[in-house]
C-alpha cells in the first residue's frame, strides 16, 4: 500500500541514552510516534512525529470517564539481524474489536498495518538484539472531547509508540507464583473482559498489588458470577497440563481477553500431536488434580510475558498448589522455544505469522 503521511523525522536520536543491557519495560522510548485525530466524523490523515508529550486539556473525557483502548504486540531481532513483527494484523483487528465494544470509531485495518509497518522501520535500531528482549509497540485510542458530560466523544486520538524492553518476567524463563481468590471480580457477563480497555487494567490493580503483598506475581481471576471457574491471569491468558493435556479456559463466556498468544500456542500445540481442551476450569478441578498427581505444568501466555511457567497457585482456603516443584516444565519449555523461534526467525514460519521489516 502507497502511503501519503507527513513524516517529520527527529534530529536528535535518544538511541545513546538507553542501555540496552537493562531496558526493564516501558523505561526508554524510540524517536518517534504515529499520531492521527477524528474529528468531523472521520479519521485524518496519519503523521509520524518525533516522540514527545502532548498537550491536553483538564476536562478531557477520557480523564474522567476513561472512553480508552489499547493494544500490545511486538518486533523481534533475529540473528540474522532482521527485525519481524510477531501476527500485527491480528492485534489490529482486536483493537476495532475493541472500539467497537467502547463506542469507539473504527480504524481502517490495511492503511493502519502499513503505517505500523513505517514506523517501526523508521525506528528498528531500537529493537534489541537479545533473545527475549524486543521492540514493544503500543497503539492506543482515547477520546478527546473537552468535556465533563457522560457521553460518547465526538473526537478521538489513535497512536503508536515503541518502547525497547526486556522480558516482562525475566530475562531467563523460570516460574512465577500466582494468587487466586473468590473476593475481587474482573469481568462480568456483558462486560468487557473480552476486549482491551484500559479501564479493565485499572480496576485490576488494587487486587495485583494484594496478590503482591502476600508474595506472588499476579492474581488469577475467576469467574464474576461464581468465583468458581478460571478465566485468566493479571497479564495473561492461562493453560494447564492436566493427564498430558493442555486445557485452557474457553472464550465462549466472553469475560476472556482473545490473546493472540493464546491463538499461536494452540495452533502450535495441536501440530506438535499434544491433546488440546478449550473449556471451562473449576478451580476445585485443579486441587483435585494437583493432590492426585495429575497438574503436570501451568504457564500463562500473552505479549508482554510470551510464556510465563507457574510454579505456585495460592488461594483463599488452603496451602499453596505447587506445580512441578516450582521448576520450568517440559510443556512449557518446548513451547518456548518454538514460539521465539518462530518469532527471532531461528525457525521456519510456515504459517505466514510474522512480517519482515526492509533495513533502512
Known sequence: MRLVMKIVKRTDSKISEINFNDLGFGKYYSDHMLLRTYTGGAWN??????????????ANITLHYAQS?????????????????????RNIAR?????ERMAIPQIDEKKTLAELIE??????????????????IRPFIFATDPTLGVKISETYY?????????????KDLQTVGIYATKEFTRAALGGTGHVKAAANYAQSLYAAKKAQQKGYKQIMWLDGHEHKYVDEVGTMNIMFVIDDTLITPTLEQGTILAGI???????????????????????????????KGHLQECFGTGTAATIAPVGRIGYDDGEDIIINNNEVGPYAQTMYEQLLGIQYGKIADRYGWTVEIKKK
Do not use: C, H
Request: glycine share 6%; aromatic share 12%.
Open 261 to 291: 498468544t493464546r491463538e499461536s500456542v494452540l495452533q502450535l500445540a495441536r501440530d506438535m500431536g499434544w491433546k488440546v481442551e478449550e473449556r471451562r476450569i473449576a478451580f476445585k478441578e485443579l486441587i483435585k488434580a494437583s493432590k
Open 95 to 99: 483493537l476495532n474489536l475493541s472500539a
Open 158 to 170: 489513535f497512536m503508536i509508540i515503541t518502547t525497547p524492553v526486556d522480558a516482562y518476567y525475566g
Open 69 to 89: 483502548i489499547f493494544e500490545g504486540m511486538k518486533a523481534f531481532r533475529g540473528k540474522d539481524g532482521i527485525v519481524r513483527l510477531f501476527r500485527p494484523e
Open 45 to 58: 490523515e496519519s503523521e509520524i512525529l518525533p516522540f514527545e508529550d502532548i498537550v491536553l486539556s483538564p
Open 119 to 136: 514506523l517501526v522501520t523508521l525506528d528498528q535500531e531500537f529493537t534489541p538484539p537479545y533473545l527475549g528482549s524486543s521492540l514493544y
